[in-house]
């Protein structure tokens, strides 16, 4: 007689035997559906034995960071550190174009943050006799990237491996720790709604690990992350408000490298192009554009428009995957 309930409590069991009385978990959150509930888990397990890292790598959405540490902290109490590295990200991300660069830049950048903030975490936690070392390092891994890590050698390995920090545990000598391997995404919701987790958190759109560098098509700069984030804000604002939030896949505001010229008052401007895109898939490897009414995309665009600096079009991607990606990059 399986139940969530029951396999959330075995699960506690487990991670408490597995880390010892003393031992300590490290691992990173994004925000996102996946590595909250473990972290949840987690500190249901062994308290503020369990380090959960977040790295602002400046191209979050907006106010993202905020809102994660409110969440985390105060809503789940879970023992969080927040590390403002947007500057260093943005600064080499500078003069950068090429999408495999960006997320090269962005994974490895991470993971050097990382390793820094494990050995202040491990260096504290020697001068406190209640902890041992970190021994462990949380994984939020689903039972799909299980299938696909051992079955699918295609591209979307690297997505994989770089969404999952690859790489990490071992060349920081820890050992895995994964307690969601035997669930599939919408097992992890149900178990997220148990532990407490506001709703809205729980059916979060997927967000990619180089976040908005992929959604600015070439160049990202301060400025131009500043504009992808306003436009990205209206958009999902008016879909939470029009109630289709849970009937996309996933949803975002796009800038394209090109610009084009538009009016603004009695003026001719040579403004930005917003590439609005929003998608309905099971599995992430098809998908469709969502056929929103055309009332609603005009008056997203004028948002758009009227809200975010120096925009002169607004665009809605209509392409399929195949033969398009859901990111543009
Ligand atoms: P594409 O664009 O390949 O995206 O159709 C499929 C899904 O994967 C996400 N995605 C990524 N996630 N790192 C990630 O963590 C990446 O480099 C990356 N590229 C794409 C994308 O958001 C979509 O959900």
Redesign the pocket.
């Known amino acids: 007689n399986w139940t969530m309930e029951a396999f959330k409590d075995k699960e506690v069991v487990r991670i408490r035997k597995l880390v010892g009385e003393k031992g300590q978990v490290i691992g990173a959150v994004s925000g996102g559906v996946d590595s909250t509930v473990a972290a949840k888990l987690m500190h249901e397990a062994i308290g503020d034995r369990f380090h959960a890292v977040m790295v602002d790598n400046g191209v979050l959405r907006m106010d993202e960071a905020k809102q994660v540490k409110e969440t985390l902290t105060k809503g789940l109490g879970v023992n969080l550190t927040v590390i403002d590295a947007s500057e260093r990200f943005l600064g080499l991300l500078k003069g950068v174009s090429d999408p495999e660069k960006k997320?090269k830049i962005i994974g490895n950048t991470f993971i050097g943050i990382f390793e820094e903030e494990a050995k202040k975490i491990a260096k504290a936690a020697e001068s406190t006799p209640k902890a041992g070392k970190i021994e462990y390092f949380l994984q939020g891994t689903l039972y799909p990237d299980v299938i696909e890590s051992i079955s699918f050698k295609g591209p979307?390995q690297?997505?994989?491996t770089?969404?999952n920090v690859g790489g990490l545990p071992e060349k920081m000598n820890l050992k895995l720790i994964e307690p969601l391997r035997e669930l599939f995404k919408d097992e992890v919701r149900k178990m997220g709604v148990d532990l407490g987790i506001p709703a809205d958190l729980v059916g979060r759109h997927?967000?990619?690990?180089?976040g908005l560098a992929?959604r600015i098509i070439g160049e990202v700069t301060p400025e131009r992350v500043q504009i992808a984030q306003q436009a990205d804000k209206i958009f999902i604002e008016e879909i939470r408000n029009e109630g289709l939030y849970d009937k996309i896949s996933?949803a975002f505001a796009a800038l394209m490298n090109d610009k084009s010229v538009g009016v603004v008052g009695d003026q001719r401007i040579h403004g930005h192009i917003i590439a609005l895109r929003a998608v309905v898939t099971t599995d992430?490897?098809t998908?469709k554009a969502y056929k929103f009414h055309p009332d609603f995309l005009e008056r997203v665009a004028e948002r758009i428009g009227n809200e975010v600096q120096n925009v002169a079009r607004v665009t809605y991607e209509i392409t399929s995957?195949p033969p398009?990606?859901?990111?543009?990059e």
Do not use: N, Y
């Open positions: 997320r979307s690297t997505i994989k770089h969404h997927p967000f990619p690990g180089p992929i996933q992430f490897m998908a995957k398009s990606t859901i990111e543009f």
